[in-house]
């Protein structure tokens, strides 16, 4: 049986955070476990309310993980601040989790800030490092590397950046992207860049892309996959998500975590 462990925040309304990672988890058949960094008071309409767990709280969970069950493949989300973040690192390091997948999430789909702005350097300096995948959006990247990102070049001198930091590959992702007619995801290996590309779907219901993206390399990475046939997955696994729409709330919705298993079962795409 392989083991994921997600450490994040907590989404109320169940499209993004720990939901949306255990329910990916799930879906592939890897079990997840979860460490909470915070609670949201959140729905599709925004994020009402953020709570963040004391630092021991974060301590304990992850070594309750790790001094039992242990963990193929971790992956971080909302950690909020940067005591948090010294604190997880601490903890990956004593644990010596090789296959951590870092989503730097930053903004709620509503906008409001899941990551405090001085816990940027906190990232940088402690988390980066010990990353296998970091999945940041276009967003996030021009906020961990200090350049605008807009141009095909400026996504490949944005990965090249973040690698420096110690990151052992980088994925860009391409939803904030001006290409209206397809999303082109970036993968660097430090030697190598590959995109990964898909039709763009015109919808609000794009609640828990990231994460949801991120877990699914989280996921096959703990089933022994490679970075790169991890991001094809994930591409294949989001692509269904969106495109086939579940319509919850008046807000952003989230998307289909099931579609992938769906589609996998009637033969449409390949495992």
Known sequence: MKKALTIAGSDSGGGAGIQADLKTFQELEVFGMSALTAVTAQ????????????????????????????ADAVKTGMLFNAEIIEVVSEKLRIY???NIVVDPVMIAKGGASLLQRESISAMKNYLLPLSKVITPNIPE???LTGMVIVTVNDKQEAAKRLYDLGVNHVVIKGGHDEN????IDLLFDGK?????SSKRIITKNTHGTGCTFSAVIT????????????????KDFI???IENQIDIGHGHGPTNH??????LNRGEINS
């Open 180 to 183: 209206e007619s397809e999303s």
């Open 192 to 196: 190598e860049f590959f995109t990964f």
């Open 96 to 98: 010596q989790w090789e």
């Open 258 to 263: 099931w579609a992938y298993r769906k589609k």
């Open 43 to 70: 729905n599709t309409l925004g994020v009402h309310a953020v709570y963040p767990m004391s630092l021991d709280a974060v301590a304990k969970q992850i070594d309750a993980i790790g001094e039992d069950i242990g």
């Open 219 to 234: 996921a096959e990475l703990a089933k022994g996959s490679t970075v790169y046939d991890a991001v094809l997955k994930a």
């Open 141 to 143: 990247a021009e906020v």
């Open 239 to 241: 692509q269904a998500a």
